[in-house]
């Protein structure tokens, strides 16, 4: 009975992983898209000659 549950168990496990993986993959995407989106370096020649 034992070894039906960790075979149970351990078939879940082995399904679950990829989609962790896929939706770890999709978080980082995400993650670089945000970042570049926040880059303001080619705003700085409009900094540069802001008058404050």
Same mark, same amino acid.
């Given at each position: 009975?034992?070894?039906? =549950? #960790?075979?149970? =168990? #351990? ?9 962790? =993986? ?7 995407? =995400? %993650?670089?898209? %945000?970042? %570049?989106?926040?880059? /303001?370096? /080619?705003?700085?020649? @409009?900094?540069?000659?802001?008058? @404050?």
């Amino acid at each position: 009975m034992s070894e039906a =549950v #960790g075979i149970v =168990v #351990g078939s879940f496990v082995l399904a679950m992983a990829p989609v962790c =993986v896929a939706a770890h993959y999709y978080q980082e995407q =995400v %993650r670089r898209r %945000r970042l %570049r989106q926040l880059d /303001h370096r /080619h705003y700085w020649p @409009h900094w540069r000659n802001a008058r @404050h």
